[in-house]
């Protein structure tokens, strides 16, 4: 059975940053296999995709508003990819889900439907 868990999230003002962890579990499988993403929900909206890397780490994809802000990176031998996100903005608070996608590439983060979630972690930016 594949468990992820988020960690990092918290409340910050306007401009801080902050850093999400999130850890598959030793029974989830080869983490190193699959490529894995970031989504975010804030209150009464959607699930948004925030951004995504390959199987291998070289490849990373980000949706627009958080290009140049957010950096996500993983460490296969940790199971743990990671969203590091400065500059954040009060519209950056949501909670933040942690999902592995059913493939390697990033576009399978993006338009895959057969992801496997987190509970998700709270970041709050205030102004």
């Known amino acids: 059975q594949v468990q992820l868990s988020e960690s990092g999230g918290g409340l910050v003002q306007a401009g801080d940053s902050l850093r999400l962890s999130c850890k598959m579990s030793?029974?989830?499988?080869?983490?190193?296999?699959?490529?894995l993403g970031w989504f975010r929900q804030a209150p009464g909206k959607e699930r948004q995709f925030v951004a995504a890397?390959?199987?291998?780490?070289?490849?990373?994809y980000y949706t627009d508003s958080v290009k140049g802000r957010f950096t996500i990176g993983r460490d296969n031998a940790k199971s743990t990819v990671y969203l590091q996100m400065n500059n954040l903005k009060p519209e950056d608070t949501a909670v933040y889900l942690c999902a592995r996608a059913s493939g390697s590439a990033t576009t399978d983060v993006v338009q895959g439907t057969s992801h496997i979630w987190g509970q998700g972690t709270q970041v709050t930016v205030s102004s």
């Open positions: 030793v029974s989830g499988g080869n983490f190193n296999n699959y490529a």
């Open positions: 890397i390959n199987w291998g780490g070289g490849v990373t």
